[in-house]
């Protein structure tokens, strides 16, 4: 069926464009026919990918190649032991990549599960239960509360029908329906209050309409069309690693080939070249880096999910850290999704009231305060009525602990709901009441009379009208008033002064009911055209879904890092505004966009207003995977957090995307990277902490790594170069890439983040691993190891000792280097910087690979083997001065500067306090 704005037709036009009868329904005949023509009422998933596929597309990464190259290397060494934990790491990496990508696979399967499994539709003349797949185009469906709407539908008729669309808009709040043709083209989802949406649940009332979209042709299936289509992005340490990895292969090779070449050109022999080559080049290449990496993700991993912080796909983890935007939902993220009554307006006076959500505890304060209302015969009435004209109930979970962990769920509407909670904190209960009162006759809610009534009869016989409400209407149906403890006539004047306060709390986004009643003689016969005339005014309540306590402290823990905090909700923009200034969202020069607003902007012009915008309200899912990309277009690293299924998609196109795991939908979680165990906001500052201490942990030892390997390097070149005789011989060099890259590496893993991690700016999306400074401290190090290890080497041999000691002597002085210069990298300062004990698995990873060093020179069969020799204690004070030579001498000038600032801080001091 041609796309068309259907809330725009009146009930006729639509009933033309559909070719349907609204009392007969379609007849069978014409389902099938048009079920050939549109096809099922199902939502298509595209071309699945096989699991083998996504089995075999883990290997073809580069750096996995590199790895098996260096397993065949490793083979043709002898080195089987090396040759087999290289596999082990091709193989693990492949299966946890395989696992992530198939579980994002299932994303559009969970989207699938959200549809109606069944439908109530007119066909034949007859009304009937059919598979909700069978639905076609024109259809005529019954629908009514506890259903899942089945289809798009057009509404042609409402009886007080609420439907709740968070999932699809991020309205906080169910939507009352009705069949009012509607007269502003290019509205958003919220606000087309005479449509239903595919996959949204009916909460109250019932109604009636015409199919006018099914399967893919649904705003669901829109949905699921943007999820098939939006490509998950490569994450910065994945690029980054990649880059790196091909990078360091090249140079790795090409210094390894020109140590060779040299070698032989010297006259060395070229077999043992060859040998002593190819070790450089397994050592060179750093094929445990993938591997470490992923302990140090997953070692990151188990940190956050004590932080209730769950991971889904590992590289993404260190994404958080470089976040420079987090788009975050308003509705249960910011908010805790629960209708919260916090102003009572009664007898002329401002009531306050506190407590959390559904929990029926809390007081009643007038002008700072506390007063037992219940003792207060106009406040308890006033409470009354507005429990006894509800359908909502509050209960307690029976598995929740009592005390301030109770936990208090409610079925129904939120907003009477709030009702029936606000009556609880001042002890009214609704089961006592119901108890005491019976219902006799209701008028249920609907959008022309924006009010509802229940005539109810006490167990003493007295009878009256309980009415809640728009304000306006029962103060338009009102003759009286309670007013300052006593019943009076409702003069113009009184009638001003709350039509003032209604516009007062709803400006400050309270969503406002009025209450109201009427007494009935109990002979009296009740007549519907004048039940809710000649009320008696009680009262205004106002209510908000109130954003969550500690969120507040998180964003400005955000700010303070540098993160700007953006908030995208289906809801009303006065609503959004007033949150988003409460939990310091929205500064004073901020700007607020709606969806109306992006619908008429420009590309051009939403990109140039995008920096300053800190606020979308009323906005579709199009829009939020739109602002995610022009967000990531301007250069942003962009964390997208949601629960519905209308935020999938942008969560899916997110550099990283967050879920709720309590309130969250399948679909949502799934196109997820991390979910929020905890469904709160404040998680994710607590994210972010370990994401940047993750990223720094990985820079560390990759400084580590890198700087060892290329002292390795230098050392062999070196000397080919002064025709020295190799300073190691290849089965060392392999032994020093096994044992000193190892443990210590995956030890700076577990490495705990620096006190001012969350002070410091994000760093760029683009930013090189070898950023500041990382590059040149790795250079450095790597040549004065080098020089250090030669140089011990030069003077053994000059003193007259064997080629094998001079080659021990070395070997020992390059671990003992590489062992001491693991405790510099764990600060971007200086070694003296940080405790060096503070981290006791680097200590226990050191002293590990020290009696490894041990047993290979005291041990007799290994000395056989790695061709050493026992060494004394005067050539281990040598081995450790020379080792200790590079990372000292690399301090210097680090703590000089520190020494000489520090002076000068005082100096100013004492000359501020003179």
Same mark, same amino acid.
């Given at each position: 069926?041609?796309?068309?704005?259907?809330?725009?037709?009146?009930?006729?036009?639509?009933?033309?464009?559909?070719?349907?009868?609204?009392?007969?329904?379609?007849?069978?005949?014409?389902?099938?026919?048009?079920?050939?023509?549109?096809?099922?009422?199902?939502?298509?998933?595209?071309?699945?990918?096989?699991?083998?596929?996504?089995?075999?597309?883990?290997?073809?990464?580069?750096?996995?190649?590199?790895?098996?190259?260096?397993?065949?290397?490793?083979?043709?060494?002898?080195?089987?032991?090396?040759?087999?934990?290289?596999?082990?790491?091709?193989?693990?990496?492949?299966?946890?990549?395989?696992?992530?990508?198939?579980?994002?696979?299932?994303?559009?399967?969970?989207?699938?599960?959200?549809?109606?499994?069944?439908?109530?539709?007119?066909?034949?003349?007859?009304?009937?239960?059919?598979?909700?797949?069978?639905?076609?185009?024109?259809?005529?469906?019954?629908?009514?509360?506890?259903?899942?709407?089945?289809?798009?539908?057009?509404?042609?008729?409402?009886?007080?029908?609420?439907?709740?669309?968070?999932?699809?808009?991020?309205?906080?709040?169910?939507?009352?329906?009705?069949?009012?043709?509607?007269?502003?083209?290019?509205?958003?989802?919220?606000?087309?209050?005479?449509?239903?949406?595919?996959?949204?649940?009916?909460?109250?009332?019932?109604?009636?309409?015409?199919?006018?979209?099914?399967?893919?042709?649904?705003?669901?299936?829109?949905?699921?069309?943007?999820?098939?289509?939006?490509?998950?992005?490569?994450?910065?340490?994945?690029?980054?690693?990649?880059?790196?990895?091909?990078?360091?292969?090249?140079?790795?090779?090409?210094?390894?080939?020109?140590?060779?070449?040299?070698?032989?050109?010297?006259?060395?022999?070229?077999?043992?070249?060859?040998?002593?080559?190819?070790?450089?080049?397994?050592?060179?290449?750093?094929?445990?880096?993938?591997?470490?990496?992923?302990?140090?993700?997953?070692?990151?991993?188990?940190?956050?999910?004590?932080?209730?912080?769950?991971?889904?796909?590992?590289?993404?983890?260190?994404?958080?850290?470089?976040?420079?935007?987090?788009?975050?939902?308003?509705?249960?993220?910011?908010?805790?999704?629960?209708?919260?009554?916090?102003?009572?307006?009664?007898?002329?006076?401002?009531?306050?009231?506190?407590?959390?959500?559904?929990?029926?505890?809390?007081?009643?304060?007038?002008?700072?305060?506390?007063?037992?209302?219940?003792?207060?015969?106009?406040?308890?009435?006033?409470?009354?009525?507005?429990?006894?004209?509800? *359908?909502?109930?509050?209960?307690?979970?029976?598995?929740?602990?009592?005390?301030?962990?109770?936990?208090?769920?409610?079925? #129904?509407?939120?907003?009477?709901?709030?009702?029936?909670?606000?009556?609880?904190?001042?002890?009214?209960?609704?089961?006592?009441?119901?108890?005491?009162?019976?219902?006799?006759?209701?008028?249920?809610?609907?959008?022309?009379?924006?009010?509802?009534?229940?005539?109810?009869?006490?167990?003493?016989?007295?009878?009256?009208?309980?009415?809640?409400?728009?304000?306006?209407?029962?103060?338009?149906?009102?003759?009286?008033?309670?007013?300052?403890?006593?019943?009076?006539?409702?003069?113009?004047?009184?009638?001003?002064?709350?039509?003032?306060?209604?516009?007062?709390?709803?400006?400050?986004?309270?969503?406002?009911?009025?209450?109201?009643?009427?007494?009935?003689?109990?002979?009296?016969?009740?007549?519907?055209?004048?039940?809710?005339?000649?009320?008696?005014?009680?009262?205004?309540?106002?209510?908000?879904?109130?954003?969550?306590?500690?969120?507040?402290?998180?964003?400005?823990?955000?700010?303070?890092?540098?993160?700007?905090?953006?908030?995208?909700?289906?809801?009303?923009?006065?609503?959004?505004?007033?949150?988003?200034?409460?939990? #310091?969202?929205?500064?004073?020069?901020?700007?607020?966009?709606?969806?109306?607003?992006?619908?008429?902007?420009?590309?051009?012009?939403?990109?140039?207003?995008?920096?300053?915008?800190?606020?979308?309200?009323?906005?579709?899912?199009?829009?939020?995977?739109?602002?995610?990309?022009?967000?990531?277009?301007?250069? *942003?690293?962009?964390?997208?957090?949601?629960?519905?299924?209308?935020?999938?998609?942008?969560?899916?196109?997110?550099?990283?995307?967050?879920?709720?795991?309590?309130?969250?939908?399948?679909?949502?979680?799934?196109?997820?990277?991390?979910?929020?165990?905890?469904?709160?906001?404040?998680?994710?500052?607590?994210?972010?902490?370990?994401?940047?201490?993750?990223?720094?942990?990985?820079?560390?030892?990759?400084?580590?790594?890198?700087?060892?390997?290329?002292?390795?390097?230098?050392?062999?070149?070196?000397?080919?170069?002064?025709?020295?005789?190799?300073?190691?011989?290849?089965?060392?060099?392999?032994?020093?890439?096994?044992?000193?890259?190892?443990?210590?590496?995956?030890?700076?893993?577990?490495?705990?983040?620096?006190?001012?991690?969350?002070?410091?700016?994000?760093?760029?999306?683009?930013?090189?691993?070898?950023?500041?400074?990382?590059?040149?401290?790795?250079? /450095?190090?790597?040549?004065?190891?080098?020089?250090?290890?030669?140089?011990?080497?030069?003077?053994?041999?000059?003193?007259?000792?064997?080629?094998?000691?001079?080659?021990?002597?070395?070997?020992?002085?390059?671990?003992?280097?590489?062992?001491? *210069?693991?405790?510099?990298?764990?600060?971007?300062?200086?070694?003296?910087?940080?405790?060096?004990?503070?981290?006791?698995?680097?200590?226990?990873?050191?002293?590990?690979?020290?009696?490894?060093?041990?047993?290979?020179?005291?041990?007799?069969?290994?000395?056989?083997?790695?061709?050493?020799?026992?060494?004394?204690?005067?050539?281990?004070?040598?081995?450790?001065?020379?080792?200790?030579?590079?990372?000292?001498?690399?301090?210097?000038?680090?703590?000089?500067?520190?020494?000489?600032?520090?002076?000068?801080?005082?100096? /100013?001091?004492?000359?501020?306090?003179?």
């Amino acid at each position: 069926m041609t796309q068309k704005f259907w809330y725009l037709l009146s009930e006729n036009e639509v009933v033309r464009e559909t070719r349907t009868d609204l009392l007969r329904g379609l007849s069978s005949e014409e389902v099938r026919n048009r079920q050939a023509e549109y096809g099922r009422n199902n939502l298509s998933e595209g071309e699945r990918i096989s699991p083998l596929t996504i089995l075999l597309n883990q290997f073809k990464d580069f750096m996995v190649l590199v790895l098996l190259a260096a397993t065949l290397i490793s083979g043709l060494l002898g080195e089987y032991t090396d040759a087999i934990a290289i596999i082990a790491i091709v193989m693990i990496n492949g299966v946890l990549g395989f696992y992530q990508e198939y579980r994002a696979e299932k994303s559009l399967h969970a989207l699938k599960e959200l549809t109606a499994p069944t439908a109530t539709v007119m066909r034949d003349g007859l009304q009937m239960k059919v598979p909700a797949s069978d639905l076609v185009p024109g259809d005529v469906v019954l629908i009514e509360s506890g259903d899942r709407v089945p289809a798009d539908i057009r509404i042609i008729d409402a009886q007080g029908l609420h439907v709740e669309e968070s999932a699809l808009t991020g309205e906080s709040v169910p939507v009352l329906k009705g069949s009012k043709a509607l007269d502003e083209e290019e509205i958003t989802l919220g606000d087309q209050n005479n449509m239903a949406f595919m996959g949204t649940l009916v909460v109250q009332g019932s109604g009636k309409g015409i199919v006018i979209g099914t399967g893919m042709h649904t705003e669901m299936g829109k949905i699921a069309h943007l999820l098939a289509n939006t490509d998950s992005i490569q994450t910065p340490l994945q690029y980054r690693l990649e880059q790196m990895g091909k990078v360091l292969i090249v140079v790795a090779l090409l210094l390894t080939a020109l140590v060779v070449i040299t070698g032989i050109w010297h006259g060395q022999n070229g077999y043992y070249m060859f040998l002593a080559g190819v070790s450089l080049a397994v050592a060179a290449i750093p094929e445990g880096l993938p591997a470490i990496v992923t302990i140090a993700l997953a070692l990151g991993v188990q940190r956050m999910i004590k932080r209730r912080a769950i991971v889904r796909k590992l590289p993404s983890v260190e994404t958080l850290g470089c976040a420079t935007v987090i788009c975050t939902d308003k509705t249960g993220t910011l908010t805790q999704n629960k209708m919260t009554v916090t102003h009572f307006y009664i007898n002329g006076e401002d009531w306050e009231v506190s407590g959390n959500g559904y929990n029926p505890h809390g007081n009643f304060s007038k002008k700072g305060k506390i007063y037992d209302v219940a003792k207060l015969p106009s406040i308890r009435s006033a409470l009354e009525i507005g429990v006894l004209c509800n *359908h909502a109930e509050l209960s307690l979970d029976d598995t929740s602990k009592k005390g301030k962990n109770e936990n208090w769920m409610i079925s #129904g509407d939120p907003t009477e709901a709030a009702l029936v909670v606000l009556a609880a904190k001042a002890g009214i209960w609704k089961n006592e009441l119901q108890r005491k009162w019976k219902i006799e006759r209701e008028l249920p809610f609907d959008s022309k009379r924006k009010m509802m009534s229940a005539l109810v009869k006490s167990d003493q016989g007295k009878r009256i009208i309980a009415v809640k409400g728009a304000p306006e209407v029962l103060l338009a149906k009102a003759e009286k008033i309670l007013w300052q403890e006593r019943i009076l006539p409702l003069s113009p004047q009184i009638r001003e002064q709350i039509l003032l306060k209604n516009n007062q709390l709803a400006g400050n986004a309270l969503r406002v009911i009025a209450l109201a009643y009427k007494e009935i003689p109990e002979t009296a016969k009740i007549d519907e055209s004048n039940m809710e005339e000649g009320l008696t005014f009680m009262g205004l309540v106002g209510m908000i879904d109130p954003p969550r306590e500690e969120v507040k402290e998180a964003i400005r823990a955000c700010k303070e890092a540098g993160i700007k905090v953006i908030m995208i909700t289906g809801d009303h923009i006065l609503t959004a505004e007033t949150i988003a200034k409460r939990l #310091g969202i929205l500064p004073q020069d901020g700007l607020t966009v709606s969806g109306t607003d992006l619908y008429n902007m420009t590309n051009e012009e939403f990109l140039e207003k995008i920096e300053q915008v800190y606020v979308y309200a009323r906005v579709s899912p199009e829009h939020k995977l739109q602002i995610v990309q022009a967000l990531q277009n301007k250069g *942003h690293v962009v964390a997208m957090t949601g629960d519905g299924v209308n935020d999938a998609p942008a969560i899916k196109a997110a550099n990283i995307g967050v879920s709720m795991g309590i309130a969250g939908t399948d679909v949502s979680k799934e196109a997820s990277s991390l979910v929020l165990a905890d469904d709160n906001f404040s998680t994710i500052s607590a994210a972010i902490e370990e994401g940047r201490s993750i990223y720094d942990n990985i820079r560390k030892f990759i400084r580590y790594l890198l700087a060892s390997n290329v002292g390795e390097i230098l050392v062999m070149f070196f000397a080919m170069l002064l025709a020295l005789p190799l300073p190691l011989i290849p089965i060392q060099i392999l032994w020093v890439n096994l044992v000193t890259d190892g443990l210590p590496a995956m030890a700076l893993g577990l490495d705990r983040p620096e006190r001012d991690t969350m002070k410091q700016p994000p760093r760029k999306a683009k930013e090189s691993l070898f950023a500041r400074g990382l590059g040149w401290k790795i250079i /450095s190090r790597g040549v004065l190891i080098g020089l250090a290890t030669l140089g011990i080497f030069m003077l053994t041999l000059k003193s007259g000792t064997s080629l094998q000691t001079a080659q021990t002597m070395a070997f020992s002085t390059l671990v003992m280097a590489q062992l001491i *210069h693991v405790f510099d990298c764990r600060s971007e300062k200086s070694i003296f910087h940080r405790n060096p004990f503070q981290n006791k698995y680097l200590v226990s990873a050191v002293l590990s690979s020290i009696l490894l060093l041990l047993g290979v020179i005291y041990w007799e069969p290994a000395q056989a083997i790695f061709k050493t020799t026992p060494l004394n204690i005067i050539q281990w004070l040598s081995i450790l001065l020379f080792a200790a030579i590079p990372t000292f001498l690399a301090g210097m000038p680090r703590i000089f500067y520190e020494l000489l600032y520090t002076r000068i801080k005082r100096k /100013s001091s004492l000359k501020v306090q003179r």
